[in-house]
């Protein structure tokens, strides 16, 4: 069965640096999300991605956050330079073209700023 | 804006029993989708189920039922048979189905242990 997948699983960074958190979507789908989850907190969506643009973004994607498309396989989010609270998950998501479909998580990436 | 409300931060049941996990929801939109997740310690999120709000029937999918309730807007999550690897976070989810916007919005979850 087709499966979202996200490297890595675990980052830890320093504040500061820029990381780069890495998703490969299901390869039919056409709509890429980033969410993060605060430990203990309700899933946050941060961006959406769809024909090779960002299509809506939340109040907590600055301008710190960049997301990319870099070939035909990949989906990346970008941290420009982090800070301890951008400690959290972060999951990738895809979906098909249908408004029923629903949207595939990959496995998290936990992101640790020190 | 749409608004999810779970009010049970942690549930717990007996193995074998049924167990309602409680979602309400708040929208002007007549066409909605409802969404259940299931998040275990190891983190993922699991889709289970999904109820679109013109959905004539109530959607099952093997021992998770959503008892789509639409005049009070509630979409509780039904898991009959609770087994050990149903303890986890259960997250339910709304997405706007009209004005081009797909993203969903989620509730706070309830933690559900399932006791042997």
């Known amino acids: 069965e087709p499966e979202v997948t996200q490297t890595p699983s675990h980052q830890v960074t320093q504040m500061g640096q820029e990381v780069i958190l890495r998703c490969v979507p299901i390869?039919?789908?056409?709509?890429f999300y980033w969410y993060r989850q605060i430990l203990g907190q309700k899933v946050e969506f941060l961006v959406s991605?769809?024909?090779?643009?960002?299509?809506?973004k939340s109040e907590i994607f600055d301008d710190q956050f960049s997301v990319e498309r870099p070939d035909g396989s990949n989906f990346t989010l970008k941290i420009r330079s982090t800070k301890l609270e951008d400690s959290a998950m972060y999951f990738c998501?895809?979906?098909?073209?249908?408004?029923?479909?629903?949207?595939?998580f990959g496995p998290g990436t936990r992101l640790t700023v020190l | 804006a749409q608004k999810i409300t779970q009010t049970q931060p942690g549930m717990f049941v007996q193995e074998k029993e049924a167990v309602t996990l409680d979602c309400t929801y708040d929208t002007s939109d007549p066409s909605y989708g409802l969404f259940w997740y299931k998040q275990p310690s190891s983190g993922e999120m699991i889709f289970l189920i999904y109820q679109g709000s013109y959905d004539q029937q109530n959607a099952t999918e093997g021992r998770y039922s959503l008892n789509f309730q639409k005049a009070r807007k509630s979409a509780n999550l039904v898991i009959s048979a609770s087994q050990l690897g149903d303890s986890a976070m259960y997250f339910c989810a709304m997405r706007l189905a009209s004005g081009g916007s797909y993203i969903p919005t989620f509730g706070r979850g309830t933690s559900l242990i399932v006791h042997p």
């Open positions: 991605f769809y024909n090779n643009e960002i299509s809506e």
């Open positions: 390869s039919n789908h056409l709509y």
């Open positions: 998501a895809s979906r098909g073209s249908q408004v029923r479909d629903e949207q595939f």
